[in-house]
C-alpha cells in the first residue's frame, strides 16, 4: 500500500497550489479520501474530505470556501486545489485512506506560504 503525495512547495500570500496523493495497493474507489495538516506545535487537523464515489465533500471551517477536494478513481488518485492561501495554512499536509478497519497515510508534503 503506498499514498504518495506531491504537489507542496513555497508560495506567496494569495497564491495557489494544487496537491496531489496517488494510491497504489489497494482499491481505491472503496476509500474516503481526507487531506490533514499538522503546522509546527500544533496537533494534526483534518483540512477535507471526500466519500469513495466523489459525491459528497466536507471542509474544515478555516479553509471552506477556498479549497476544494476532488478525486479520480479511474487514476487512483485525490487532488487538493488550495486558493488565497494565508500564512496561517503552512503545514505539512497529509493524504489519508479510511475503509472498515483500514486506514493509510502518506509520507506528507510540505507547504510554505511566505512573502
Known amino acids: 500500500v503506498q499514498l504518495v503525495e506531491s504537489g507542496g512547495g513555497l508560495v506567496q500570500p494569495g497564491g495557489s497550489l494544487r496537491l496531489s496523493c496517488a494510491a497504489s495497493?489497494?482499491?481505491?474507489?472503496?476509500?474516503?479520501m481526507r487531506w490533514y495538516r499538522q503546522a509546527p506545535g500544533k496537533e494534526r487537523e483534518l483540512v477535507a474530505e471526500i466519500t469513495s464515489a466523489g459525491d459528497s465533500t466536507n471542509y474544515a471551517d478555516s479553509v471552506k470556501g477556498r479549497f476544494t477536494i476532488s478525486r479520480d478513481n479511474a487514476k487512483n488518485t485525490v487532488y487538493l486545489q488550495m486558493n488565497s492561501l494565508k500564512p496561517e495554512d503552512t503545514a505539512v499536509y497529509y493524504c489519508n485512506a479510511r475503509f472498515w478497519k483500514y486506514d493509510y497515510w502518506g509520507q506528507g508534503t510540505q507547504v510554505t506560504v511566505s512573502s
Open positions: 495497493g489497494f482499491t481505491f474507489s472503496r476509500y474516503y
